[in-house]
């Protein structure tokens, strides 16, 4: 130690005077400080001395281990040197280098020849435990990253099994591989531990009060960023199914960046495993998580599911396969009755079948579908408890996006289930507009897939759906526009030959007055609709006829009922006013749908906006990257044009008129009847 240095220099010296000074309270504890007073007669001698280094003094080059630590905040050592607030910060940069010097080397040297430097890490492993309160966060932080880095580049993509045969001879070689194999895992394994002890100050347990530092979040922040990052650059390595358990607690953090960094590491995982064992462990574990919290969790934990790969699975047909299967089975044991020999021939057959199925890789497909067909029933599983436990919790609007969007996967004995409990949900009002959509779109997803055999009347969800078209403008609810199309092109696109002649031509009217109030993208995908269920059928023609009466009565835009609202005594006027909006695209599909959507010739579309669909006019077209499509021309310069001052009036009444108005007698006490003051002007001349 320093200060014990320095101690056995004064006894050693003789010094005699030791001066005391003012004390300093800090934020632990009061600091004392005393003057040692040399005599005037060893100043010569000490000089000598101190240029000559002492044998305790003395430093480690090889490890470049420059440390010095001095304890500022131990009131049990009585001499301690008094320094200014220079000299500290002038001694901490000193060791701060030093530390990065040691970390810098240990690292390089483990990447340079990690089987023979394998001890470094115990090195970097201990400067994880910085105890030194004066540079205890920053040298922390920089082991912490440094083995990150170091872990990231050395550990393999496969899973190290640990086992040792005992009496068996083995190579140099793979000797030295198993004892390298066994001290990266150890290491691995102490490195996880000591980030799960950074990161445990983020969770506190009930009844506990103590405050807790900023540079301790700091550091509990920066251990779950490592273990993400581990995660995602190796998801099959040993211990990702322990890092994924210990970060979805962290799902339900309440810390909100916490939150974010886990939900995209935990997406990103969904999105890029291909042999969905750790996505299925995942779900498992979130399943077990929710219905232990009651379902009070943040939507984060809901959120990552969305993620999730399932949407070429088919439960229905698992379910129809699963009872074939056992059919044949049974129908074969009981015609069949096979002798010793022939149940060997058979078990042979079944064992080169088997090889073969390995070949053509098919035995991984049929593994893979089993496990993507357990993810699926698990999160419908979360999805059906929330809608029946839960249906006015906060996570219910991540519940029901979910539902639209996975809603083809769903079994045909649940669908009746669903939509009378969507039916219900939307009959209560407590429902906002984006989760009223939701439900909407669930509702037409499973009646436009298998569903469609169900005898289900959705002539309420129409109703729901165009009572609420007119919401969606460009202001606070312009996010839910993608979901208004999504669910326009399944209702009116996907579903024609199930909609009414009237409910068409009362919805098209209706989103062609909405795309007045929208974004230029929302307004093209709306017209795409339009020109769309022109070119597939002749009954929105009506709506370009002008000159169409009828003694229906006339159009009631405020009706909420669609059959109700004669939108055929109406006409699409809003194109008129869209051919001058202030988008060339929009200009031309609108002049294309007034001209009856010709293919060639005048007021045809060019070919690249031809082949897009509503959703693709949607995303091509989106402003919020602040990139307009096509871009905009620059203005011309246009000379201003000199006014005229000069008037001619061919009535010189009127001209008396003008005179009086412009008159400022009459404006000097605030407002007056012009008309009543000039005809008091007239009648006194």
């Given at each position: 130690m320093y200060?014990?240095?320095?101690?056995?220099?004064i006894k050693e010296e003789g010094r005699k005077k030791?001066?005391?000074?003012?004390?300093?309270?800090?934020?632990?504890?009061?600091?004392?400080?005393?003057l040692i007073e040399e005599n005037d007669q060893n100043n010569d001698q000490n000089n000598d001395q101190n240029n000559e280094p002492k044998s305790d003094e003395v430093h480690n080059t090889e490890d470049n281990d420059m440390e010095v630590e001095i304890d500022l905040y131990d009131d049990k050592i009585e001499n301690r040197e008094s320094m200014s607030m220079v000299e500290l910060l002038a001694y901490r940069e000193e060791v701060l280098r030093s530390k990065r010097l040691k970390i810098g080397l240990l690292s390089s040297r483990l990447l340079e020849a990690p089987e023979q430097k394998s001890e470094n890490f115990r090195g970097l492993l201990e400067l994880m435990e910085e105890s030194n309160p004066e540079v205890y966060i920053t040298v922390r932080k920089l082991a912490t990253v440094s083995l990150l880095e170091v872990f990231k580049d050395l550990l393999p993509s496969y899973h190290i099994f640990q086992f040792r045969r005992e009496h068996v001879r083995l190579k140099?070689?793979?000797?030295?591989?198993?004892?390298?194999?066994?001290?990266?895992l150890s290491n691995y394994k102490r490195y996880l531990q000591k980030l799960e002890k950074m990161a445990s100050v983020l969770r506190k347990k009930r009844?506990?009060?103590?405050?807790?530092?900023?540079?301790?979040?700091?550091?509990?922040?920066?251990?779950?960023?490592?273990?993400?990052?581990?995660?995602?650059?190796?998801?099959?390595?040993?211990?990702?199914?322990?890092?994924?358990?210990?970060?979805?607690?962290?799902?339900?953090?309440?810390?909100?960046?916490?939150?974010?960094?886990?939900?995209?590491?935990?997406?990103?995982?969904?999105k890029e495993d291909k042999r969905f064992e750790l996505s299925l462990t995942i779900v498992r574990k979130l399943n077990q998580?929710?219905?232990?919290?009651?379902?009070?969790?943040?939507?984060?934990?809901?959120s990552v599911l969305l993620s999730l790969r399932i949407k070429e699975v088919n439960l229905d047909q698992e379910k129809e396969e699963e009872t074939k299967q056992k059919k044949l089975m049974s129908h074969k044991q009981r015609i069949l009755a096979l002798s010793k020999r022939e149940r060997k021939r058979n078990k042979k057959l079944e064992q080169v079948e088997r090889e073969l199925l390995e070949t053509k890789a098919e035995e991984n497909k049929q593994t893979k579908q089993k496990l993507l067909t357990e993810i699926t029933s698990l999160v419908f599983t979360i999805y059906f408890r929330i809608l029946k436990q839960a249906p006015n919790s906060k996570i219910l609007s991540i519940c029901l996006e979910g539902l639209a969007k996975f809603a083809h996967c769903i079994n045909l004995d649940f669908y009746q289930d669903l939509v009378t409990v969507i039916d219900k949900l939307m009959d209560e009002g407590n429902l906002n507009l984006r989760d009223q959509l939701h439900c909407i779109q669930c509702v037409f997803t499973i009646l436009s897939g298998q569903g469609s055999t169900l005898t289900l009347d959705p002539y309420r969800f129409y109703v729901h759906l165009y009572k609420n078209l007119l919401n969606i403008h460009c202001g606070k609810t312009h996010s839910e526009a993608e979901i208004?199309?999504?669910?326009?092109?399944?209702?009116?696109?996907?579903?024609?030959?199930?909609?009414?002649?009237?409910?068409?031509?009362?919805?098209?009217?209706?989103?062609?007055?909405?795309?007045?109030?929208?974004?230029?993208?929302?307004?093209?995908?709306?017209?795409?609709?339009?020109?769309?269920?022109?070119?597939?059928?002749?009954?929105?023609?009506?709506?370009?006829?002008?000159?169409?009466?009828?003694?229906?009565?006339?159009?009631?835009?405020?009706?909420?009922?669609?059959?109700?609202?004669?939108?055929?005594?109406?006409?699409?006027w809003e194109l008129a006013a869209l051919q001058r909006h202030y988008h060339s695209t929009v200009q031309k599909i609108a002049k294309n749908i007034a001209w009856n959507v010709p293919p060639v010739g005048e007021g045809s579309l060019p070919s690249e906006i031809t082949k897009l669909t509503p959703e693709e006019l949607y995303t091509e077209y989106d402003p919020s990257g602040v990139v307009f499509k096509p871009a905009v021309p620059v203005p011309k310069n246009i000379s201003a044009k000199k006014s005229i001052t000069n008037h001619h009036f061919t009535n010189s009444e009127f001209e008396d008129y003008v005179n009086n108005v412009n008159d400022r007698e009459l404006l000097a006490d605030g407002y007056r009847d012009y008309y009543k003051a000039y005809n008091s002007k007239h009648n006194m001349t």
């Open positions: 200060e014990n240095n320095i101690t056995k220099i030791v001066r005391m000074l003012l004390p300093t309270k800090t934020q632990n504890g009061i600091l004392e400080k005393r140099k070689e793979t000797l030295a591989l198993q004892n390298y194999e066994t001290a990266l009844g506990d009060t103590r405050l807790v530092k900023e540079q301790e979040i700091e550091l509990g922040k920066l251990a779950i960023t490592c273990m993400c990052d581990l995660l995602t650059t190796h998801p099959y390595f040993n211990f990702s199914a322990n890092i994924a358990n210990f970060l979805l607690q962290f799902l339900d953090s309440k810390y909100q960046f916490i939150r974010q960094d886990v939900a995209n590491c935990i997406s990103q995982i969904f998580y929710i219905k232990v919290k009651a379902h009070s969790v943040h939507s984060e934990c809901l208004l199309i999504k669910t326009l092109v399944q209702v009116l696109i996907n579903r024609r030959k199930r909609i009414t002649q009237s409910r068409l031509i009362a919805f098209l009217k209706r989103i062609a007055i909405a795309s007045l109030q929208s974004q230029h993208n929302v307004a093209l995908s709306i017209l795409g609709i339009i020109k769309q269920s022109m070119q597939l059928g002749k009954a929105a023609n009506v709506l370009l006829d002008t000159d169409c009466t009828s003694g229906d009565g006339f159009y009631q835009p405020e009706l909420e009922e669609p059959e109700c609202c004669n939108a055929h005594c109406s006409a699409l």
